[in-house]
């Protein structure tokens, strides 16, 4: 049986002391996106010309029909999404209109049996995105979020999202949490397919926030599998929302994976400050001393004093200078 928010909700009750208005956003909509970061021309990425974007999800289904899935736990799942680039038809002007994103026209295709196989099959011949959503999403968000930032790369692949189930809500962070840890499983599945599957080129994880601590633990999950981490082009952590002990801990065990990772931090981010005061003053690896992150091998990028978003969490979305950091580690892994 799925566990439900409901279970959650007395340790939900608890954070509302500490859990200001400002940290409500690690969504997309916690900030107005840049102009800048979007191509103008709906062809640039692949997305734009086949705008088919594949979804793994823990997320129960809720049908056919808008939110498609929701905040409970269900099994591991794929689902086509149909989508309207912004600007592009009827939907897509309205989309754009009201907030400058892509818009969900439907599902084409879902299934739970042999989930992870379709999905592999239908990422077939090409090089992969997968984009892990943070804290506070839902689908639908989520969905935006990793249309946008495929646009924004003009990434010439395939483009995926794996969402877990985000209780989508501000005081949802303790479900939250464990939500993502207990979606490690079809993590590890996911990447199993795509690795499973000859004709697939490199695959680049782009996670954000507390979706970096799902991605952290299932490539640890995975460490004694090289087939997997050969396979991995890069991994781009952006704003981690983990224990910078717990972070450090995990780089180590992963051994040669991390000099293909690539750490977007801010020490001013204002979302990651309330979540170090949630976990009991130990900084978050995303607004920690660079020195300590440096010490373990990977690629730094600190983004203090860019950018003009107001909590300074999204900025691998918002800013078009920093998502050029996330490109530049792609190019890298495709070498």
């Known amino acids: 049986m799925p566990v439900t928010r409901r279970d959650f909700s007395r340790l939900s009750l608890g954070l509302a002391a500490l859990l200001p208005l400002g940290l409500a956003a690690c969504a997309q909509s916690e900030a107005t996106v840049s102009p800048f970061s979007v191509p103008e021309r709906a062809d640039l990425s692949a997305l734009g010309k086949d705008p088919r974007l594949l979804v793994m999800t823990t997320r129960q289904s809720t049908g056919n029909a808008a939110p498609y899935f929701g905040t409970d736990r269900g099994p591991l799942t794929f689902a086509e999404v149909r989508l309207s680039p912004p600007g ?5 002007r309205v989309s754009s209109a ?13 299934t739970t ?15 992969v995105l997968l984009y892990v959503h943070g804290y506070n999403e839902s689908f639908e968000s989520a969905v935006r979020s990793a249309g946008q930032l495929s646009h924004s790369l003009a990434f010439q692949g395939r483009t995926a999202l794996f969402t877990w189930p985000s209780g989508g809500k501000l005081l949802d962070y303790a479900y939250d949490r464990e939500s993502a ?12 397919a795509l690795v499973a599957n000859p004709t697939i080129g490199r ?19 995975l460490r ?28 180590k065990r992963i051994g040669p994976l991390a000099r293909r990772m690539t750490v977007i931090i801010d020490p001013g981010d204002r979302a990651l400050a309330v979540s170090a005061r949630i976990a009991g003053g130990v900084a978050r690896a995303g607004a920690a001393d660079r020195a300590r992150l440096d010490a373990l091998g990977i690629r730094v990028a600190d983004t203090a004093g860019r950018g003009w978003s107001l909590l300074r969490h999204d900025l691998f979305l ?5 998502t050029q950091v996330v490109r530049r580690a792609m190019d890298r892994g495709e070498s």
């Not at 592009?88 to 897509?92: D, H, K, L």
């Not at 840890?181 to 990447?191: A, I, M, N, Q, Y």
């Not at 507390?210 to 490539?219: A, D, K, P, V, Y």
Request: no cysteine.
């Open 181 to 192: 840890l207990w979606s490690r499983d079809g993590f590890v599945e996911t990447l199993r």
């Open 203 to 221: 695959i680049h994880i782009v996670a954000h926030s507390m979706g970096t601590f799902l991605t952290l633990e299932g490539l640890r999950e």
């Open 88 to 92: 592009r038809g009827i939907a897509g």
């Open 98 to 110: 009201v907030s400058g994103d892509w818009a969900i026209l439907g599902i084409e295709r879902e």
């Open 224 to 251: 004694d599998s090289p087939e997997v981490y050969a396979r991995i082009g890069s991994v781009v952590l952006a704003s981690p929302d983990v224990d910078i002990d717990a972070f450090e801990q995990t780089v």
């Open 318 to 322: 918002s800013d078009s200078e920093v």
């Open 113 to 127: 049996t042999d989930a992870a196989r379709v999905f592999s099959n239908a990422a077939n011949g090409r090089d």
